[in-house]
């Protein structure tokens, strides 16, 4: 079976983590400061904040800017559900809206529409590991006076115009969940330029402890702290990040070649080289039917595949149930036609090559 993901990892981790193990400091500790400062400043960000989870870090986030009941927050329904969960965590209500049919991301021309005045943030993510159009999301948030964040968990260093994705926005942050493209097997880390809001999520991610020292607690907070041990992983595959993504981007284009003559097929062809780091390569196919028949020879012929989402958010009863449910038509579609396949940095020239017969034979045959 050629797998869909496979997490890298050599001696080169081990060692990092047995060097903690032996140092006795196993929580959150210098390890985990040291991750904080290479992950922010390889950004262009002047703080980062590690966390837990990405989830954590978004829940962090929104806590920190004092977002809670009754406040709306603007999102993409088209995502993973921990993009929108930590806003009902926070009490407040998420506001989805559609997606461009050709990239999977928000569509800024769909936000004003959705905006109120209680609407404190919009999300956009950097789906699959592709840059969402950042400079209309900017002008947007600008105008309306409202808190912008970057849910960057699937891209990882992806670039555009000089700018770096954990940058793009007031708030960012990432996932470290074993399957991404650099990962600390579970974890996540916040960027962002504010000194005042990193400080306040510092203490929410330590159960709201004061800078007064132990037991001294000015605000709730929660224990989303993360470890050395993980912390450690992450300054490794920090190192390897950019040949990983240069390896993704390499197959996609070899990908995005051999399928440009699959009819009706949508390829992630992207602007720029860097702007899409492939976190997943992802088809658009024709019809639901043409993705499950092609998902069903592929599994057959031992090429893993995943459907990434087979449910839009606003589908889902927790958000119907909070008032979110609605119809959304490029973001159905989307859950009813996308079938990514592997993409992986460590895939063989030859792997490569029998992905691309596989997936060019069953669709042909579908279409026999």
């Avoid at 900017?138 to 964040?149: F, N």
């Avoid at 041990?229 to 995005?256: P, S």
């Avoid at 996308?338 to 017969?357: K, N």
């Amino acid at each position: 079976m050629i797998n869909l993901k496979n997490p890298q990892l050599d001696e080169r981790e081990y060692d990092a983590v047995l060097n903690v193990l032996k140092s006795g400091v196993i929580a959150q500790g210098p390890v985990v400061k040291e991750f904080e400062d290479a992950f922010s400043s390889k950004c262009g960000s002047k703080y980062g904040v590690a966390v837990n989870s990405g989830t954590a870090a978004l829940h962090t986030i929104l806590v920190g800017l004092g977002i809670g009941q009754g406040d709306e927050v603007i999102s993409t329904s088209f995502t993973f559900i921990a993009t929108a969960s930590p806003i009902l965590m926070c009490g407040a209500k998420p506001v989805f809206v559609d997606i461009e049919p050709d990239t999977y991301n928000i569509n800024p021309e769909y936000i004003e529409e959705r905006i109120t005045p209680k609407t404190k943030a919009i999300i956009a993510v950097n789906l699959f590991g592709r840059l969402a159009d950042w400079k209309k999301l900017r002008e947007i948030s600008d105008k309306h006076g409202v808190y912008l964040l970057e849910d960057a968990a699937q891209s990882h260093f992806a670039f555009r115009g000089g700018t770096t994705s954990g940058n793009f926005a007031d708030v960012s942050w990432f996932s470290f969940y074993a399957t991404k493209n650099m990962m600390t097997s579970e974890g996540g880390m916040i960027t962002t330029d504010d000194k005042a809001l990193v400080d306040n999520m510092k203490r929410i991610r330590q159960h709201g402890m004061s800078e007064q020292g132990m037991y001294d607690y000015k605000q709730l907070g929660y224990n989303y702290r993360m470890t050395d041990i993980a912390a450690a992983i992450g300054m490794v595959q920090l190192t390897k990040i950019d040949q990983f993504n240069k390896r993704r981007i390499e197959i996609a284009a070899i990908y995005n070649d051999a399928f440009k003559t699959l009819s009706r097929a949508n390829l992630p062809i992207t602007r720029e080289t860097g702007e899409h780091v492939y976190h997943l390569y992802t088809l658009g196919l024709p019809s639901k039917s043409y993705r499950d028949q092609l998902a069903e020879l592929l599994r057959a012929a031992g090429v893993a595949c995943g459907i990434y989402y087979p449910r839009p958010l606003n589908e889902i009863s927790i958000f119907d149930a909070a008032g979110s449910g609605c119809f959304l038509e490029h973001a159905k579609r989307a859950s009813e036609t996308v079938l990514s396949i592997p993409c992986e940095p460590t895939m063989t020239d030859e792997q490569i090559q029998t992905v691309i017969a596989n997936v060019v034979a069953s669709y042909r045959l579908i279409e026999v």
